[in-house]
């Protein structure tokens, strides 16, 4: 019996199918670049990153200290996009959110036992938001695009950081932030004994459940509740949603704080992770902001998707690493990862091929 071709090109499945060509077509295209820089490599250097993250308990570690953070950026980019805006801002509220984190752990020392963590990501939210409405006051109040807005407030919240560290928690040893209090630190919850190879402990914490729980919390917001409809609504159709009766000025501005606080709670989740990392006084703004761009186009958006394309990119990151044992230079590792996060993007083209197909076999049986 002939198959039904609605019945396999569901959406779940042209979904799917998008996102695994993207990735297949990204290990592609650095497979082409390892054969161009070192041919009898190449397949030994491919094979890393393709096992790397899974070559010893330390390195999977690793991959889940490196993804949470980009999970939280790419739910901001995808929460922003399933209501209609581009928040290319992620990478300021990252920060800002990363600097309010920090400096509560730092100065909170005053704060009894696990208050003074849960109180730091409770700034970091708070701060995130606070940077997150004002692209969205001005979207929704003056009708300024979002992505020159965003692009703005970016610089301004780098550059705002950077003189806040060095006026309040800076150490000029190491030209980055004070660390922060071991109460600060996001719990291990015996992490750190399970994902380690030896002596060398990960970064691995529980900073990952928390972002799988709001991951959760927001595709619940989205797809469960009217509010999540209403914002939804004035993403689809904002002159049908003002019809409808929906405040849209509200919705764009409610959209962007939350998107601002995922970003922020973010940065807290990276620098609170217990490994000593501090943010640092440069003039160049996070990667992990604009890693959450390509993290929800891999993960078309979806909450849930978002978690696996995060964690994919992290593996890949990590993976990638073990390529220096094969005589590649480590800036070959950013060229990969960069064309892999960048080919990303193909997965909105593939699925419009894919939806395409299923229309027109629709349209015939």
Known sequence: MKPDIRALLTDPVVDAL??????????L???????????PQAFFGFGAILTGGFSDLNNLGQVLYFATPIIMTGLSVGFSMKTGLFNIGAAGQFIVGAYAAVLVGVRGGFLPGHLHWITALLAAIIAGALWGAIPGIFKALFNVNEVISCIMTNYIGMYLVNFLVTRTIYDSLRNQSMRVLSSANIPKMGMNQVFRDGFIVSSANSGIFIAVIFAVVIFFILE????GYELKACGFNRDAARYAGINEKRSIILSMIIAGALAGLGGALLYLAGSGKGITVVDILAQEGFNGIPVALLGLNNPIGIIFSGLLIAYLNVGGFNMQLFDFPPQIIEIIIAVIIYFSAFALIVKG???????RKSGEL
Do not use: H, Q, Y
Request: aromatic share 12%.
């Open 29 to 39: 295209a650095g497979l082409v670049i390892l054969f161009a820089t070192n041919a």
């Open 224 to 227: 469960k509740t009217s509010f």
């Open 18 to 27: 998008s996102s695994v060509t993207a990735i297949i077509v990204g290990l």
């Open 353 to 359: 091929f894919f939806n395409s197909i299923k229309k």
